[in-house]
């Protein structure tokens, strides 16, 4: 049973760019959340797609837009790219309790995005 | 707003027990723990839900008071493989808020 995978493990991009991180789920989960992780912090909520839409976002700016395929698989992109940006990006996968709350959640082993 | 994690960092001899707080302003649905070893991803240990229903590991046991808004996380009989950050995760309206974490270190 293959867990969550992303791609690329790392990036570098310079400030201004743009940038695609990709996600494919747990086999059989159809939630997908995105996560941003500082060095030193815990996971801060981006965003949640489930059924193709954005379902709920945290507090990170338009610069920060994804997207979900009918297989689940998701994508994060970061326009405009700053400094700041640099961090760990987690992808966590899930099967919706049907507004019941978030079930499990399983991370991804991350992209590790460095901007300069 | 982030749940707040006592102890912020512990260190531990094998065998010893230890508890790792989560104390949340807002009335919660659930509260999750999760590990991440240094470099990795977080692992899921245990998610408990408002109504009493847990989910998890079997060496790993906490509790979750809803009218406090607060979770503990018991670590017992501690092993070297117990190292790591600990995050609990709180859920509200479905989303989970992440906690500063609380660094474990097991020496021999």
């Known amino acids: 049973d293959a867990g969550v995978t992303q791609s690329p493990t790392h990036l570098i991009k310079t400030r201004g760019q743009q940038v695609t991180l990709r996600c494919s789920p747990k086999?059989?989960?159809?939630?997908v959340s995105w996560y941003q992780q500082a060095l030193g912090q815990g996971p801060q909520f981006i965003f949640q797609y489930y059924e193709e839409e954005e379902r709920q976002r945290g507090n990170f700016p338009d610069r920060f837009s994804g997207h979900q395929f009918p297989n689940y698989s998701s994508e994060l992109n970061v326009n405009a790219l700053l400094l700041g940006d640099s961090a760990l990006y987690l992808c966590?996968?899930?099967?919706?309790?049907?507004?019941?709350?978030?079930?499990?959640?399983?991370f991804g082993p991350g992209t590790r995005l460095t901007v300069l | 707003q982030q749940p707040v994690q006592s102890p912020q960092a512990v260190i531990l001899r094998e065998g010893e027990d230890a508890v790792i707080n989560c104390s949340s302003s807002?009335?919660?649905?659930?509260v999750h723990w999760y590990r991440q070893k240094h470099g990795e991803a977080p692992v899921f240990l245990m998610i408990?839900?408002?109504?009493?229903e847990q989910k998890g590991h079997e060496k790993i046991s906490a509790s979750f008071n809803e009218k406090k808004q607060q979770s503990s996380l018991y670590l017992t009989a501690s092993q070297l493989s117990y190292s790591g950050t600990y995050f609990c995760?709180?859920?509200?309206?479905?989303?989970?808020?992440f906690g500063t974490g609380t660094r474990l270190t097991i020496i021999p």
């Open positions: 995760g709180t859920e509200s309206n479905e989303k989970l808020t």
């Open positions: 086999s059989g989960h159809d939630t």
């Open positions: 807002k009335a919660l649905y659930s």
């Open positions: 408990l839900l408002k109504g009493g």
């Open positions: 966590a996968s899930s099967l919706r309790r049907g507004g019941l709350g978030t079930d499990t959640q399983y």
